[in-house]
T-cell receptor, first 114, second 112 residues
Framework: EPEVTQTPSHQVTQMGQEVILRCVPI?????FYWYRQILGQKVEFLVS????????KSEIFDDQFSVERPDGSNFTLKIRSTKLEDSAMYFC????????????FGPGTRLTVT | QKEVEQDPGPLSVPEGAIVSLNCTYS??????FMWYRQYSRKGPELLMY????GNKEDGRFTAQVDKSSKYISLFIRDSQPSDSATYLC????????????FGKGTKLTVNP
């Protein structure tokens, strides 16, 4: 069964450093998303991406964040200058169709900022 | 009032019990209702997906949506220890935003 994959599974970085989180969405999916989950809190939407551009972003997704689809399979989230409060699980998701709610999530990258 | 509310539990049941998990919401624009299962430190796994009101059954799982009450439920019949996980409800409106709005999750333990 096709699935979303994410690398690395765990990333430790120092405050102020740049990190890139990588995702390979399900191959025939066209819509891509990033969510995050701070320990003990709700899963929160960060950004959606379609046709090589951001279609929607939340208030969390400020200028420190960027997304890119560098090739036909990868989808990345970059945090330019990490803060302690960026420590969270980051989930990539993808869907085949728009406006269905059927989003399939990857296993997540646990980001720890020290 | 929070957009999506979900009792965090924890909920502990014996194997074979019927489990009822619920969420309430305030945004009447929500039309798509999902249930995800999340094992500890793993990604949410889509379990059930429902559009608008009504019931949907898949094996031991039944999802119900009551839009008039802004209330959704997930029932698990003949619960198994492998069902032990956190169950998240999620919703989105039709058209416009693709953002899923999640509940906080209910932690379920099924005891053998």
């Amino acid at each position: 069964e096709p699935e979303v994959t994410q690398t690395p599974s765990h990333q430790v970085t120092q405050m102020g450093q740049e990190v890139i989180l990588r995702c390979v969405p399900i191959s025939n999916h066209l819509y891509f998303y990033w969510y995050r989950q701070i320990l003990g809190q709700k899963v929160e939407f960060l950004v959606s991406f379609y046709n090589n551009e951001i279609s929607e972003k939340s208030e969390i997704f400020d200028d420190q964040f960027s997304v890119e689809r560098p090739d036909g399979s990868n989808f990345t989230l970059k945090i330019r200058s990490t803060k302690l409060e960026d420590s969270a699980m980051y989930f990539c998701a993808s869907s085949a169709l728009r406006d269905t709610g059927e989003q399939y999530f990857g296993p997540g990258t646990r980001l720890t900022v020290t | 009032q929070k957009e999506v509310e979900q009792d965090p539990g924890p909920l502990s049941v014996p194997e074979g019990a019927i489990v009822s998990l619920n969420c309430t919401y305030s945004n009447s624009a929500f039309q798509y209702f999902m249930w995800y299962r999340q094992y500890s430190r793993k990604g949410p796994e889509l379990l059930m997906y429902t559009y608008s009101s009504g019931n949907k059954e898949d094996g031991r799982f039944t999802a119900q949506v009551d839009k008039s009450s802004k209330y959704i439920s997930l029932f698990i019949r003949d619960s198994q220890p492998s069902d032990s996980a956190t169950y998240l409800c999620a919703m989105k409106p039709q058209g416009g935003s693709e953002k899923l709005v999640f509940g906080k999750g209910t932690k379920l333990t099924v005891n053998p």
